[in-house]
């Protein structure tokens, strides 16, 4: 009769006594018949996982009577604990008879290690067959259905560690065409990061046609036992953190509300604010723009407001309606944030509306009104002076010396009138801003009056110089307006005393403008530029600006602006074209047209690609050849 089963269970009993002692501290056994014979090891096992003391025995027994008493002693405490015990007796055990005590050890395995397993009803094996299903159920490869044929390719194993420690095992990663390794993998990661002792072996379990169930089932509750606490937790958890995550929603919503009411309380209150300290002025624009100012608020702010002081209505009852449904005592704003006393906020907002409006409508009338009188008056008064000057032009008499003398008198009397007009002009068009079309107060408009002005100019136009502001004649025609200008400021701001550019100086001025020079370069740069003085004036800096912006297409320069955009490097990358805001077709023509060259990888990254280069110095000089 092959007695595989019984080597096998053995062994694997024999381990799984062994680990209980060491909970205990007690001796390994070596032999389960032999060992567990004179009873001692056999109590000090029940006392471990039993978490008692069975009393009094003997230590240290001699006799084959001390080795029976010692025995009965533990199998009482066995089938006290309701283990069936059938065909089992202390002098099967005394006698070492393997089989009955392979079948004692079977009974209280089952007893302190699979009965207090319970799935959904079932309880034990079935209970524990369940468990592994469930937690393999989504695994390829793996269909548990008993405790021997589903474990012998070893991926069973290998879902349960990975369904709840997926950090120690990459289930993908498997070879399923390998069993022994999966086994082995498996029974080295649970006994080194699990805790869970090999009580089999890899043979036990891929060379035998079919696996002890027993030996496999004691094996399979160990991995119970070790996830069970984290089942446990995890559902603890998920209770802990529903109950936190429904507080910290509310939480969220209670800060929300607060905060949102303060800040609606706090703009409200500033707009009541800033609208009693607002001075209205004379202005007819500037109060004009305070109507307009006011009906852009109720247009907007205000609407945004009224949306706000719903929402929050809303909020509250939500806080409300939620707390209650989970049994929550209610929320209570605090004092100055509940709902009446942002409606009484609301009421006052209401009363200042009104006011500032009617205040705005009141000035802009009392403004139009003294708009009339302001260029009535001027206009008025401006007429008279021309038809005075008018009166005396008519009525000179005497030599001509004393006429032109006259006349040079009332041009100057002439030359104020222009600043009055203007003025005039400034009061015409403030009318025309506040929509004044009628003033009963003057018959004169502002096109009478320059008209009027006109011919009293004309009459003395022979006796009026006009000097001309002479403005310094620039003859950069390779200049436009706007360069001139940038040069012009970028040499000022760094200019010294002198009205000169010293070689720092001139080094900032050409940073200022986006050109940048080492040191050397600046040296003799500077040099040559200021015909070895101290100092560049303004003309030459301004000739060696010209010199630098012509676009004459020589392959000097265009190497040396390919050179500034790869930023000194003797290729350039498509990054690089694109970096300096250059146009995207163009962009693509360069790439295109420009030789490649191959960039070794980057050595801080050895996974980086390799870099595409252009050879920019190559594709000049073919340009140019």
Known sequence: MDKTWEAIQKKTFTKWVNTKLDMGRVPHIQDLSIDLANGVRLIQLLEIIGDTTLGKYSVNPRMRIQYVENVNKALNFVMERNVPLTNIGAEDIVDRNLKLVLGMLWSIILRFTIDDISQDGKSAREGLLLWCQRKTVNYKEVDVRDFTYSWKDGLAFCALIHRHRPDLLNYDALDFSKPHENTALAFEIAEKYLNIPKLLDVEDICDIEKP?????TTYVAQYFHAFSSQD???TASRRVAKLADVLHSIW???????????ALIYAVQSTQRQWQQT???DSYAETKQKGIEFANYKNTLKREWVSEKRELDTLLGNIQTKLKTYNLKPYFPPEGLTLRDLDIIWRELLKHEAVYHRNINS?????KENLRKAYANAANGFQQKLDTISAELASLDGDLENQLNCVVGLAREIVPLQKKLQAIETLDQACLEANIEE?????YSLEDLTFELGLVERATRNKIAFIENQSISRNMTNLTPAQLEEFEHAFRHFANDHNTLSIEGFRAALA???LFYDDYEMGALFDHIAQNRESIRFEQFIQFMVSITEDKSTPEQLHHAFQTIAGDKPYITELDLKRCMMPEPDVDYLVREMPMVTLSPNNSNPNVEKEMAFDYSHYVDQMFK
């Open 279 to 281: 001075k209205l002025t």
């Open 512 to 514: 200022s403008l986006g």
């Open 232 to 234: 446990k937790d995890e």
């Open 439 to 443: 003033n009963d107060y003057t018959v």
């Open 212 to 216: 002890d169930d027993k030996s496999v």
């Open 252 to 262: 969220k919503t209670r800060h929300s509300y607060e905060e949102r009411v303060t």
């Open 363 to 367: 000035k802009l009338r009392e403004i």
